[in-house]
C-alpha cells in the first residue's frame, strides 16, 4: 500500500493482476514447502475520481485481501466498488466483508467477455461431437468463428447475411451456433439499457433468460445460471452505469512494466515500480513513463 494519505474513495475499483510464478521457500525446522510470493496481486484504483491506483496487496484471498485496506476512506452509503465479473467469488464476499456498506457493481464488459467464451466452447463442443475432430479451415463454423465474437452492429449487412447463410446452410452445428449467438446479443442488449427503467430491464432479462432456457444448450444455460447469480450486482451497474474500466486500464500498464523489466523476482520491487509508473495525483502515467511504455490508461 501507499504511505500517502488518500483522499475518500467513492467509487472503488478491485481488479487482479498476475505477477508471475508462485516462489517457494524451504522451512528449516519443519522441511516443507512453504509459499512466500503469491502469484496474484489484488490491485485497488479509484475508478470515479483521478487518484489512479491506490495501492495493491499480494494474493487474492478474501482473508488477505482486506485487513490492511483503509476503510476509513471507504465509507458511507451511495459509494460502490466494481470487481471484476469473472473474478473468484472470494473478492465479492471480501468486500461484503471489508466494506459491508457498499454496492457492489459488476462491469458490463467481462459479462460480454464471458458470453463470448461460452460461444466458442459450444463451437468447440459441437464440431468435437458431431465431426468427431477439431475444426478445420473448409468449414462453415470455422471461417465464421471471429464474426460470432462480433456485436451485431459492427458486422455489415453483407457480413452478417454471409455468416447467417453458412451457418443455416451447415446445419445442426450451424442453427446450434446461431443460438448461442442469439443469446449473447440478448444479453447485450440487456446491459446496454443503463438506466433504463426496471419495466424495461426486467422486460429484456425475462426474454433473455427465456431464450437460454429454451435453447437446450448447457453451456448457454450455464451462462443463464450465473447471470442469475451475479443479478445484483448487475442490475447495480444498470443503475448506475460504473465500469472498470480504469481498473483495467492500469492493469494493462503493469503488466506492460513487467514485460519491460522481463519479470520480476522481488514482490515488493515490482509493486513499487508499479508505483512509480502510477501517477496517484492525475490517474495516469507518469510522464516519463509513458514516453517508454508509449500507452495510455482509460
Known sequence: MTDAALEPVEVLGVDETRRGRIQWRQNQETGRWEPVAD????DFVDAFGVQGLLGQIESRAPRTCWPGWPRHHFSGAGRSATPRSTCPPGYRAAIRTGLPHAQVVVDHFHVVQL???TLSIVRRRTTATLRGQRGRACESEWKARHRLLRHREDLTDAQFGAMWNALIDAGTIGMMLLTA???KEKLRDLLARTGAGHHRIGHLRFTFLTWCADSEIPEVRQLATT????WTEIAAFSATGHSNAKSEGINRVIKLVGRAAHGF???TNQRL???CVTRRACGHLHP???CVLTCRVG
Do not use: C, F
Open 265 to 267: 523476482r522481488n514482490p
Open 227 to 230: 447471470v442469475g447469480r451475479w
Open 181 to 183: 449467438w442469439i443469446a
Open 115 to 117: 458470453a463470448n467464451k
Open 273 to 275: 515500480r508499479t508505483r
Open 288 to 290: 516519463r513513463g509513458a
Open 39 to 42: 502469484r496474484w496481486h489484488t
